[in-house]
């Protein structure tokens, strides 16, 4: 293949059809109200390890939601419990407690 000097991206697209799920569903049951989460971002607005570790609820979430368990787990170890994303989000999730749930579900996994 020639040589452009510059590579193009392998795709992030995700099959939804084929990502495993199941664990989400799981979570679904326990946490219902992570279904009212509208993906705003006060929570990562509000996080202090966002800036230096990049913790962010809302991306947490949004991988789960797409069966991304790897990247969602690793994220987990960077979160303090101070529950400042809690105070400040407006669907009014209880995210701390969503958080101990996903550590609970996902590290027995
Ligand atoms: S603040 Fe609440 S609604 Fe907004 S992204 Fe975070 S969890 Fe979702
Ligand atoms: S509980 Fe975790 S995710 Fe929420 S603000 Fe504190 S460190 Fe960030």
Not at 18 to 29: I, P
Not at 71 to 91: H, I, Y
């Amino acid at each position: 293949m020639m040589d452009f000097g510059f590579k193009i991206s392998p795709s992030s697209a995700i099959n939804l059809d084929n990502a495993d799920l199941s664990l989400y569903d799981e979570l679904c049951k326990a946490e219902p109200d992570i279904c009212k989460c509208m993906a705003c971002g006060s929570c990562s607005a509000a996080c202090p390890a966002n800036r230096f570790s990049g913790m962010s609820v809302r991306k947490l979430i949004i991988d789960l939601q797409r069966g991304k368990k790897k990247e969602a787990v690793k994220m987990l170890s960077d979160c303090m419990l101070c529950g400042k994303c809690t105070m400040v989000c407006p669907r009014g999730i209880n995210t701390r407690h969503l958080i101990l749930s996903i550590c609970k579900l996902y590290k027995e996994d």
